[in-house]
């Protein structure tokens, strides 16, 4: 596949214009303390404080926006682990649009409340055992037009609004930015984020940051080829459970990206633990792996300038105060 | 005293041309699953995101930025059980002033902590015991320019640019404010706040919000005239256990108020749980107490837009996490 199909800046542009009045401009928030730790300056942009809690919203949006009113009509299908179905059925609510939504039936109830509140109907999935392309194919079959997670150029435009408001925030700080560090899972935040990046400052290296045993763009980016992760192994991660890089997103992240660092379950939780006791944000495990990446070692940070998206905060409250007092 | 010690709508906006670029603009948030159950539309202004984690900084930075430089150079003295004394501290810093701040000894270990990383110097004294002007007299004789919590021009001013943002905020969202609920200690961040929003919009209503035992502004405004909360009383809410109302926080609040709201400890912590689930934020007790007012029942909140500021987010991680499971 080539790079045809991946955005351009014009189109996140267009997004941020169909987001406007409707996403949060989150801001960029920072802590003296976790300056101090890490001998930089890191500006975080909480995405946690966006509609449904989570970036999600800004792809799923731009994205059924872009559709035709008889698509929207018939309907929009997705599926999700929790945070673009809300995404999603946020979205399809404001144009009056039927969701379907499959999730796996694990997800964190705090994810399927919200989306059954938002009006959508779920439909739950063995995370193990389903493909989910057979899950959602019947109401495809219907004439219902699936939202892809990550793998689509209106999504991944969407996400990309993230990078362009950090940008503007940053400039308007009179910040240069030197690293940018961000969640990645099927990728399509990173990629759209590495974009506006690049874009605005070619010289700012943009990571990312994934859990350990779902480092799939980590390995895929050292081979040089799209590789799955190995089968059996959980995380705390929901939200960044991917098999595998998408097509898109892994011809922008290969070209964009510095690297991706793998970060443990432990990392993930001190992690969270910081972003609570620093800048007073709830964010979920999948949501702090960036902020995680700072103390693997791996990222230069003395004296630099970073920006670190902290990309949602949909967590049950038992499995939060669990990980959070367990550091 | 005469109001003509009460800042005017000039203070609060050269205030905010002060705080530009060091102030965060924080976002208005809200939650689909909030609005249900309040019947109206809410908006929350999250100060738990603010420099220092809470409002104070607006305060302390416009009250030292009016200050001379030959009162920067002999120093800054304050009593604070935290917020106000991280504000200090942090807009001292700024200036490159010395700091001594007078903290309560049982004032959460995240504040104390904060303030002294922030170079303040920090002495204890006894909430039951000590009188605080007694605490900070030997450095005001040395020459230290005190620093009030609330009952100073300066002060309100700076806190008034919440109400400044809000108002703004709310416009952009195309929102006119039927009411707007703020946390109430000395009085200081809601009577700022109330003299940007009845500039604005004199048609809105601006409630204060008191932990019970602690509501000497609400039974103040009921005598129409100062008085003191009785002794002997304990709260969560260590922002707000002043003993009484301001003499230039309450002639304000006595004109521009609709009402003030006592919550219990138990709402409190509800108000703390439902901001971590539905807001993703981190709040403290006293800063989430317009949160609580909002389930009192006293505040006309069906079909209506209202703006509520969490004014703080400063919590040690055992308090928070028991008052949160408590729930």
């Known amino acids: 596949m080539s790079l045809a199909s991946a955005p351009g800046i ?61 698509e929207r009509a018939r309907g929009i299908v997705a599926f999700s682990s929790g945070n673009h179905a809300q995404g999603v059925a946020a ?34 999935f063995d995370r193990a055992r389903d493909r989910r392309e057979d899950v959602v194919q019947p109401y495809l079959d219907r004439g219902m037009v699936l939202v892809r997670p990550f793998d689509d150029p209106a999504i991944i435009a969407g996400q990309g609004t993230v990078g362009l408001e950090l940008m503007q925030q940053a400039q308007e700080l009179g910040v240069r930015l030197d690293t940018v560090v961000v969640p990645c899972g099927g990728g399509g935040l990173v990629g759209g984020v590495s ?17 350990e045993h779902f480092d799939d763009t980590r390995r895929s980016l050292e081979a040089g080829k799209r590789v799955a992760n190995e089968p059996g192994y959980s995380s705390s991660c929901d939200a960044l459970m991917t098999s595998e890089p998408g097509l898109i997103t892994f011809e922008i992240n290969r070209r964009n990206l510095a690297g991706v660092v793998a970060v443990s379950e432990q990392a993930v939780a001190a992690a969270m633990r910081d972003a609570m006791a620093h800048l007073k944000l709830v964010v979920e495990p999948g949501g702090s792996v960036a902020l995680a990446a700072l103390s693997s070692g791996r990222i230069d940070l003395q004296g630099k300038s970073v920006a670190v998206v902290l990309s949602g905060g949909n967590v049950d409250f038992d499995v939060y105060s669990r990980m959070v007092a367990g550091v």
């Open 10 to 70: 014009a189109d996140i542009r267009n997004a941020a214009q169909r987001l406007a009045g409707l996403a949060v401009r989150t801001p960029l928030v920072e802590s003296q303390a976790l300056n101090e730790r890490f001998g930089g300056t890191v500006l975080f942009k909480p995405e946690v404080l966006q509609r449904t809690g989570s970036f999600k919203f800004r792809g799923a949006y731009n994205k059924i926006s872009g559709l035709s009113d008889g």
């Open 91 to 124: 979205s399809a609510a404001l144009f009056g649009a039927k969701a379907i939504i499959a999730m796996p039936a694990d997800a964190p109830q705090a994810k399927v409340g919200n989306v059954l509140r938002m009006g959508a109907e779920v439909v739950p």
């Open 195 to 211: 974009l506006a990046v690049k874009d605005a400052s070619p010289g700012t290296a943009v990571w990312g940051a994934e859990p």
